[in-house]
């Protein structure tokens, strides 16, 4: 007898390996440009919004209405709380990027996943930020604690499997790594 | 006859000012650890949640409720489009912090903002992240285009202020600067 499961972890494994398959087939089927925009409304208070993005070089119409999202700062940092602040953001998408490389990875080894969650902090010291001398505007370290459970695979499976998504996690590479920013302003 | 402005862009100049010399007198003021979590609910699907953090080594008490956000996949990565990926919240981060540090800094310049938006966008190859040869997992670059207006502004004050925003940005420092990520599994 045969078993077949296309679906694990609520990934459609078929549908993961035809994708590995066709990008092996044509590498620009791999590229992807996101986007994400935002306009100030007030003080530390921003609205942004995530649409369409370009795949193999076209747009994908997936999406008929964009992400909305809101960003301001507690007020300790001259906010009002509408919204998470960008650097909390960051360590969110940190959290989204490990859990999706996590689940998709187990689903294609044939591990089950049943409960999956991180924990993520990171250390700030906003003094270079205010134009002080310290510590570097950004994260000076981040810490992430997962947390998971599965019926069929062994502690060090999935130990192995959390060290492999480390290292191919999109998000993790941007923070660990560094990547060219180029920003240019237009003066209206 | 003398101009009292505390409140410029929204952002109150006074308590930025005062917050700046709390912090000089005080290094510890100006330290914040945030956080995030998520959890897992079905295939590209997660949950997350931002709610409080440690300012000088207290718990900050000024949001009742977390923020809850929601994070997906489009259907050609595996998911059902519930909510922005991983690598667009990190660009929508990038331009949320780049707006404040503008707005913030031109308040405490004495020039007014009346127009601020952000469009953000980032190349990225899926290759290493389905396990294949090909360019690093994360952004391979990320381009910001930022539009301003500003009625008692020169453009050169302009274009000057958005280097120094790009210079003390946290989240384009934690993209353009590696930081340590430490992250550990615990097996339920």
Same mark, same amino acid.
Request: aromatic share 6%; charged share 15%; no cysteine.
């Given at each position: 007898m045969t078993e077949t499961v296309t679906v694990r972890n609520g990934i459609d494994v078929d549908q993961l390996l035809a994708t590995i398959e066709a990008i092996k087939a044509d590498?620009?089927?791999?590229t992807f440009t996101f986007r994400a925009s935002s306009r100030w409304r007030d003080g530390t208070y921003n609205l942004g919004e995530i649409g369409r993005f370009i795949h193999a070089g076209l747009e994908d119409e997936s999406r008929a209405e964009p992400f909305r999202l809101e960003g301001d700062e507690p007020p300790v940092l001259? +906010?009002?709380?509408k919204g998470p602040n960008a650097v909390e953001l960051l360590l969110q998408a940190l959290g989204f990027c490990y859990a999706v490389g996590y689940v998709a990875n187990a689903a294609a080894r044939g591990i089950d996943i049943t409960d999956m969650e991180y924990e993520l902090e990171g250390d700030l010291d906003v003094r270079s930020f205010l134009?002080?001398?310290?510590?570097?505007? +950004?994260?000076?370290a981040i810490r992430v604690t997962g947390r998971v459970a599965s019926p069929n695979a062994t502690k060090e499976q999935l130990v192995e499997l959390s060290q492999y998504v480390q290292d191919t996690s999109p998000v993790r590479d941007c923070l660990a790594n560094p990547i060219p920013v180029t920003t240019t302003l237009e003066v209206r």
């Open positions: 590498p620009a089927v791999g001259l +906010g009002r709380n134009g002080l001398a310290g510590e570097r505007p +950004g994260f000076t």
